[in-house]
C-alpha cells in the first residue's frame, strides 16, 4: 500500500496569514504514461463528510476559492491556503488513486 | 445534484454482520462510468477506504477487508450497499458512502455519514 505523510500534523495560522500543508506518498504517484498525479486533497470540517478540493494534485474542484492552491509532483505535494479565512479552520486529507487500495493521509488539523 | 443517503443499524453485535445501504437521489446509480465506494472513519481519526463497486458490479476491495466485505449495486432501487462480516470493535466508524464520475478514485460527492457502533 502506498502510505501517505502529512506535515505538519496540526497547525495554527492567523486570520488572513498563509497556511501550507504537505504531503509525501512513500513511492511516486506519477503516471508516466499521461504525466498525471494521481493524488486529491480534501477538506473536513467538523460533523461533515470530506469535501473535494483539488484532483489530480492541482485541478480545483468547482467552487473552491483560488486561495486554495495545490502543486506538487511525484513523492511531493503542497496544499496552500492564503489569506486564511475563519471557515477554513478543518481537518486537511490527501490521498492517492495511483494503486489500490486507496489510501489517505493521516490528516492535518488546521486552526486559527 | 447527486446526494447520497446511507441507512442501517447504528449497532452492531460483535462478530455478527454490519450492513449499510448508500440510496442515490438526483442520478442513477446505473448511468455513466460510475463508481460508488464505502469509505469508514473511527471516531477522531483518519480515512480508510473499504472498497467500491461500477455500475456494472465489478467490486475492487481493501485487501485488509476483502475476506469479510462485500458490496453490491441494486439499480431497482437505485442504491448501493456494504456488508462486513464477523464485525468486531475495531469495525466501529463512521461509514461514508461516496461517488467517482469514473474509474479514477475521485470522490466528489459524499452521503454525510453514518455511524456504526460495534458493542454487545
Known amino acids: 500500500d502506498i502510505v501517505l505523510t502529512q506535515s505538519p500534523d496540526s497547525l495554527a495560522v492567523s486570520l488572513g496569514e498563509r497556511a501550507t500543508i504537505n504531503c509525501k506518498p512513500s513511492?511516486?504517484?506519477?503516471?508516466?504514461?499521461?504525466?498525471?498525479?494521481?493524488l486529491n486533497w480534501y477538506q473536513q470540517k467538523p460533523g461533515q463528510p470530506p469535501k473535494l478540493l483539488f484532483y489530480?494534485?492541482?485541478t480545483r474542484q468547482s467552487g473552491v476559492p483560488d486561495r486554495f492552491s495545490g502543486s506538487g509532483s511525484g513523492t511531493d505535494f503542497t496544499l496552500t491556503i492564503n489569506s486564511l479565512q475563519a471557515e477554513d479552520v478543518a481537518v486537511y486529507y490527501c490521498?492517492?488513486?495511483?494503486?489500490?487500495?486507496?489510501?489517505f493521509g493521516q490528516g492535518t488539523r488546521l486552526e486559527i | 445534484q447527486v446526494q447520497l443517503q446511507e441507512s442501517g443499524p447504528g449497532l452492531v453485535k460483535p462478530s455478527q454482520t454490519l450492513s449499510l445501504a448508500c440510496t442515490v437521489s438526483?442520478?442513477?446509480?446505473?448511468?455513466?462510468?460510475?463508481?460508488w465506494s464505502w469509505i469508514r472513519q473511527p471516531a477522531g481519526k483518519g480515512l480508510d477506504w473499504i472498497g467500491r463497486?461500477?455500475?456494472?458490479?465489478?467490486?475492487t476491495y481493501n485487501p485488509s477487508l476483502q475476506n469479510r466485505v462485500t458490496i453490491s449495486v441494486d439499480t431497482s432501487r437505485n442504491l448501493f450497499s456494504l456488508t462486513l462480516n464477523s464485525v468486531t470493535a475495531a469495525d466501529t466508524a463512521i461509514y461514508y458512502c461516496?461517488?467517482?464520475?469514473?474509474?479514477?478514485?475521485?470522490?466528489?460527492?459524499w452521503g454525510q455519514g453514518s455511524l456504526v457502533t460495534v458493542s454487545s
Open positions: 461516496a461517488r467517482a464520475l469514473n474509474a479514477y478514485s475521485i470522490f466528489d460527492s
Open positions: 438526483g442520478d442513477s446509480v446505473s448511468s455513466g462510468s460510475y463508481y
Open positions: 463497486v461500477s455500475t456494472t458490479g465489478t467490486t
Open positions: 513511492q511516486s504517484v506519477l503516471y508516466s504514461s499521461d504525466k498525471r498525479n494521481y
Open positions: 489530480w494534485a492541482s
Open positions: 490521498q492517492q488513486y495511483y494503486s489500490y487500495p486507496v489510501t
